[in-house]
DNA sequence: CTATCTGCAAACCGTTTGCAGCGTT
DNA sequence: AACGCTGCAAACGGTTTGCAGATAG
């Protein structure tokens, strides 16, 4: 991701903030300059650390209500993993699924998940109305496999 | 599942507990037999509530601690969900991923998922070394979905 | 008889809420 | 000027720990 790309999906965010009624205040552009930009899934107190680099007054209550606001409007979602799941990840675009570092916990997104067939099968089998899957991959990103 | 299944899975587990050195307890016994047989995810506090009908003494700290020994031993395993991410149902029998019933809970196993094509698509593109992976479908159950 | 297990109470820790002052709009 | 937002401190709730008595083996 280029530094146009992250600047401007940063913009775009607080933009999105802006025209749905909220402020855009210098805590909250710290949040979102760190979250927009982060390939790692974070919890809350890791972008309280971050974002103090950035806006030092920033609290940690405020973290968790632009999180929700975030949240809210669909370009944050939590992130489950076995190491916690109270991790937040800018959001997918559209239908895509995470594949996750287990070593330093980089996190991607790929989309052109073929599970039609599966979804299918566990229909017939147990009966269930599938609506809503949750896939997500682990390993070892490309600089940790190299060690 | 009959009911000798059940039966025998939960005395499965008590040996399994005995045969690891664990001393087989009446309050134990009480949260083996409810999560031996049980086809919803639980959480603590659930088995707790449901535990002291069984045995009225049982105290939560216990079922923390039994949860932690079940779950070491490969017997019951941890399942995320969008409304909460510390339940525990029975673990799965070898490579088996979840379907879960939005609306009351009920969980079941299914195998056979044939994601090895996406993987290798997803280790392509990515060039992670993908290592584990997480399925979980959601939806409404047969008994969920007539009404 | 010994070591593990139990339940209680207290500690803990991440998250949420109440509030008075600040800063955006 | 108005009202949303902020950080602080306190409350909250689920989980963990310390401990003395109970109990399985």
């Known amino acids: 991701m280029s530094e146009e790309t992250q ?19 210098a805590p909250r552009r710290a949040i979102v300059e760190l979250m ?7 919890e809350p107190l890791a972008i309280y650390d971050q974002g103090r680099k950035d806006y030092p007054g920033l609290g940690l209550v405020t973290v968790y209500r632009t999180l929700e ?3 809210e409007l669909g370009l944050v979602q939590r992130v489950h993993h076995h190491q916690g799941c109270h991790m937040y990840l800018r959001a997918a675009h559209g239908h895509e699924h995470l594949v996750l570092c287990t070593r330093c916990g980089h996190a991607e997104y790929f ?3 073929d599970i039609g067939g599966l979804i299918n099968k566990v229909t ?3 009966g269930f109305e599938i609506r809503e899957h ?8 490309p600089a940790c496999k190299n060690q």
């Open 36 to 42: 927009a930009s982060s390939t790692h899934a974070l």
């Open 7 to 25: 600047t401007s999906l940063c913009d775009q965010w607080l933009a999105n903030l802006a025209a749905s009624g909220y402020r855009v205040t």
């Open 111 to 113: 989309s052109g998940d």
């Open 134 to 141: 949750w896939l997500q991959l682990f390993g070892l990103c």
């Open 69 to 71: 606001k975030l949240e």
């Open 124 to 126: 017939q089998s147990t």
